[in-house]
Nanobody, 117 residues
Framework: QVQLVESGGRLVRAGDSLRLSCASSGRTFDRYTMGWFRQTPGSEREFVAAIFSHGGSTYSDSVKDRFIVSADNAKNTVFLQMASLKPEDTAVYYC???????????WGQGTQVTVSS
């Protein structure tokens, strides 16, 4: 099993920056992605950003010029550095680890980010 614990979500103002963290523990994988999704009430969970175990990262178009995903492999932690936040970034942000061999997803409990205008 994998346990994911997010932190860092809070209320900020438009234009502010914020960093989310997600600590992973438990099972490890040789091929995986670690990243972030977000969800607002009544909407489906949407992809935000992810980093690949073999290198590289990918972003949704809505955040790619403002957010940076990174990882500290020694601490099994993934970060999401968010800049120039907008009210439409308001959502619950979920940490995700995908086992690329089994195509199985693990999820954290979510952390609320609220951006006021």
């Amino acid at each position: 099993q994998v346990q994911l614990v997010e932190s860092g979500g809070r209320l900020v103002r438009a234009g502010d920056s914020l960093r989310l963290s997600c600590a992973s523990s438990g099972r490890t994988f040789d091929r995986y992605t670690m990243g972030w999704f977000r969800q607002t009430p009544g909407s489906e969970r949407e992809f935000v950003a992810a980093i690949f175990s073999h290198g590289g990262s990918t972003y949704s178009d809505s955040v790619k010029d403002r957010f940076i995903v990174s990882a500290d492999n020694a601490k099994n932690t993934v970060f999401l550095q968010m800049a120039s936040l907008k009210p439409e970034d308001t959502a619950v942000y979920y940490c995700n680890v995908r086992d690329m061999r089994r195509m199985y997803d693990y999820w954290g409990q979510g952390t609320q980010v609220t951006v006021s205008s």
